[in-house]
T-cell receptor, first 109, second 116 residues
Framework: QQPVQSPQAVILREGEDAVINCSSS?????VHWYRQKHGEAPIFLMI?????EQKGHDKISASFNEKKQQSSLYLTASQLSYSGTYFC??????????FGGGTRVLVKP | DAGVIQSPRHEVTEMGQEVTLRCKPI?????LFWYRQTMMRGLELLIY????????DSGMPEDRFSAKMPNASFSTLKIQPSEPRDSAVYFC??????????????FGPGTRLTVT
């Protein structure tokens, strides 16, 4: 069963912040975040392995609440280059990465 | 490193024809994944291999799909016979894998398959 992402889409002005949420019904070993631009392959952003741990990639950071089986991705001071579709991927028993439906992000000047 | 290599990049074929997609993973990676991406179903895992052995093929749609990994540097995904609903972008990805925790996956550029 795939994780659920919200919102499905978000439009930002350059410099604004946004949060993308990812939740699973299963106990998780890890959460991955990827970004895909139109017509390209998904690119790895970060992986979260421990409950409550926050990781960062430039001004993009994420948290993982292991008890709630949830993760959030934070886009801070968004840049035009942040536009794309963001996918969370969850790893549970079976060591298989299952992707959510994606969140489309559009950053406007 | 050249990254994950996929061929062909685009494939247009007629319904009923056999289609073979190819993938070369990053050297040293011991896990390989085949994904299918469509607007309706998103990014779906079809099958993954660990050390050339298929571990989970529960995502393979039906018997028309088959995948092989004869060695650590090559894998194929075959569709026979192809149908219009198989039209999608097929991605191959590779990673290092240890225990229950998966490392980051590196995706190839994808093969855009159109079945008419």
């Amino acid at each position: 069963q795939q994780p659920v992402q919200s919102p499905q889409a978000v439009i930002l002005r350059e410099g604004e912040d946004a949060v993308i949420n990812c939740s699973s019904s299963k106990a998780l070993y890890s959460v991955h975040w990827y970004r895909q631009k139109h017509g390209e392959a998904p690119i790895f952003l970060m992986i979260l392995l421990k409950g409550g741990e926050q990781k960062g990639h430039d001004k993009i950071s994420a948290s993982f609440n292991e008890k709630k089986q949830q993760s959030s991705l934070y886009l801070t001071a968004s840049q035009l280059s942040y536009s794309g579709t963001y996918f969370c991927g969850t790893v549970s028993a079976g060591n298989k990465l299952t992707f959510g439906g994606g969140t489309r992000v559009l950053v406007k000047p | 490193d050249a990254g994950v290599i996929q061929s062909p990049r685009h494939e247009v074929t007629e319904m009923g024809q056999e289609v073979t997609l190819r993938c070369k993973p990053i050297s040293g990676h011991n896990s390989l994944f085949w994904y299918r991406q469509t607007m309706m179903r998103g990014l779906e895992l079809l099958i993954y291999f660990n050390n050339n052995v298929p571990i989970d093929d529960s995502g393979m749609p039906e018997d028309r799909f088959s995948a092989k990994m004869p060695n650590a540097s090559f894998s194929t995904l075959k569709i026979q016979p192809s149908e219009p609903r198989d039209s999608a972008v097929y991605f191959c990805a590779s990673s290092l894998t240890g225990g229950p925790i998966t490392y980051e996956q590196y995706f190839g550029p994808g093969t855009r398959l159109t079945v008419t």
